[in-house]
């Protein structure tokens, strides 16, 4: 009688894990491994995926939430926030790979000009060289612009610890001015 489960099993070590992207424990306290690490992926697959990257999990469920609530909207609805030719920033369901039209639907925003997100979006104050963010009015979405600016903050913070890792892998001293 055989055992299918063994049986699957013992073919597992015809996968070759080193083809895979690494995937980067940033809580590991050996940070000069994390640095290796974190270089590595960049010269050998160009990526990685990060663990332990301290975003709590209850922002990247209302995140989550707040994303399909957005999208679930009518488009008559998405189409008033659409970024145009004098502000690239808000929804989008036209851009084209190709010469053809993708199937999704996209809002692009950012960190306002003021850097306050509590001053409103279309304040003059808040322009930027890529136009001010579009977003949802509270009695539309009441907890969406919320949600995505600790987001967008959560993961701004994130993005700049990793660069740091980044530029130490390459040999910059954590007082470079770019860093």
């Known amino acids: 009688m055989s055992n299918i489960c063994n049986n699957h099993h ?13 995937i980067i424990d940033l809580a590991n306290p050996d940070t000069e491994g994390v640095v290796k690490e974190i270089a590595n992926a960049c010269s050998e697959f160009g990526f990685f995926q990060v663990i332990s990257h301290e975003i709590p999990l209850d922002l990247l469920k209302e995140y989550s939430r707040q994303c399909r609530l957005y999208f679930g909207l009518p488009h008559d609805v998405k189409i008033q926030w659409k970024r145009n030719e004098g502000n690239s920033r ?36 808040n322009q930027c060289l890529d136009g001010w963010n579009q977003l949802p009015s509270e009695e539309v979405l009441p907890n969406f612009r919320p949600t995505v600016t600790r987001y967008f903050d959560e993961c701004s913070r994130l993005s700049d610890h990793i660069a740091i890792i980044m530029a130490k892998g390459i040999g910059q001293a954590e007082t470079t001015p770019f860093i």
């Not at 084209?96 to 997100?117: I, N």
């Open 10 to 22: 013992n073919n597992s070590h015809d996968l070759n894990f080193s083809n895979f992207p690494p």
């Open 90 to 125: 808000g929804f989008f369901d036209d851009e084209l790979t190709k010469q053809r039209r993708d199937w999704k639907e996209a809002l692009d925003f950012g960190v306002p000009g003021t850097r306050d997100w509590s001053v409103d979006d279309d304040h003059s104050s």
